[in-house]
């Protein structure tokens, strides 16, 4: 079954043939940040105005590459939320304008479920159920997996998303946007001297981000005003480092713990912050006498893409319990 995988929820457009859930065919993705980076954020009006701009010339290189006719498409998936409204509108109408002039089915997904299934392309249908970390620019979520259907939140952020706490922290330093990448790049230099501490949380499967980039705010401008000037590189180095192993330190305890309560033997770390290699090795170094097999998808599948989209709705599909479009 070959599925046409369609994305629009942020920045990214994205479109990509997937064969049978597994095997991706093509995967086309255009984004506009280096629009928004003077911002310091996304602007919802840009990245729209962008997608409209290009996704057809995106979903006919996707098609044209995977060697796929049109024709013989047999579903669309589109991401369908969360994500900013109006570039969601434009995956979601030209998904369906494409559907009714080709007659080909078409289903809706969720974002996060599809950035789970990222880390699940091209390998064997998981043991369920498992538990599931997304850490993404808007999203930090945990969930219980009983199967492709049955998705269940356990524990999501209480105020800022992970992938947002660096992007800040990054701003925080004068570093650019987006900051996780920059954040990684400084901290690999430094050594995580700093107590920095993120915070606790009533409920045991939740997270919070804020305290610790004002906790890093504090620090920053402390420092600023005892040498009334710039940080030295090094400073800024040792605060990403410092940062970044505190991040790597609760999202690991939550995990664990998630898994060890509901009895999962396999972990997914999805979504743009596990691009993060010191994330990923300290995650991995953790688990490795644990019994839990932790898997990430490859760094190009962190970020947004339709191959993602495409493969979960495939499985979806199938159990014909989505809303069709
Ligand atoms: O999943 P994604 O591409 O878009 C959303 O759905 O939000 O995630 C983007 C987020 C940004 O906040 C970005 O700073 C963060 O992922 N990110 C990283 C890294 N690469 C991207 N955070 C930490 N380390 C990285 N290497
Ligand atoms: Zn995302």
């Known amino acids: 079954m070959n599925v046409l995988g369609i994305e629009t929820s942020c920045d990214e457009t994205s479109a ?12 086309i993705t255009v984004s506009s940040l280096n629009l928004h980076k003077k911002y310091n954020g996304i602007i ?13 010339q995106v979903t006919e290189e996707a ?28 995956g979601l109408t030209f998904a369906k304008a494409v559907s009714l002039s080709y007659n080909i089915r078409c289903i809706e997904v969720d974002h996060l479920y599809a950035h789970i299934y990222s880390a699940l392309l091209g ?24 199967s492709f259907e049955k998705f269940n939140l356990i524990g999501s952020t209480l105020d800022d998303a992970c992938g947002e706490a660096f992007d800040k922290v990054s701003k925080i330093l004068g570093l650019g946007y987006p900051g996780g990448p920059i954040v990684e790049r400084m901290a690999r230099y430094g050594k995580p001297s700093i107590r920095f501490n993120c915070c606790d949380t009533n409920k045991k499967f939740d997270f919070s981000f804020s ?11 402390n420092l600023r005003s005892k040498q009334s000037g710039n940080l030295s590189k090094t400073q800024i180095y040792d605060i990403c480092a410092s940062f970044q192993k505190s991040v790597a330190e609760a999202l690991i305890k939550k995990s664990f713990l998630a898994c060890s309560e509901k009895r999962s033997k396999l972990l997914i770390v999805a979504g743009g912050v596990a691009a993060n290699t010191f994330l990923r090795e300290s995650f991995l170094k953790y688990f490795l006498d644990k019994d839990i097999k932790v898997i990430f998808p490859s760094k190009t599948l962190c970020m947004d893409n339709a191959a993602m989209v495409a493969g979960i709705g495939y499985h979806l599909f199938k159990k014909a319990e989505v809303k069709t479009c």
């Open 16 to 27: 990509a043939v997937v064969s049978n859930g597994k095997d991706i065919l093509s995967n």
């Open 44 to 56: 919802p009006e840009i990245a729209f105005r962008r997608q409209l701009e290009t996704i057809t």
């Open 123 to 146: 390998q064997k249908k998981p043991v369920f159920p498992f538990i599931a970390l997304v850490i993404s620019g808007g999203h930090t979520s945990l969930f219980k997996i009983d």
């Open 211 to 221: 305290g610790i980039k004002t906790a890093v705010l504090y620090y920053v401008n």
């Open 63 to 90: 098609i044209r590459k995977s060697r796929i006719k049109i024709k013989a498409l047999d579903l669309i998936s589109v991401t369908a939320n969360p994500g900013l409204l109006g570039s969601l509108l434009v």
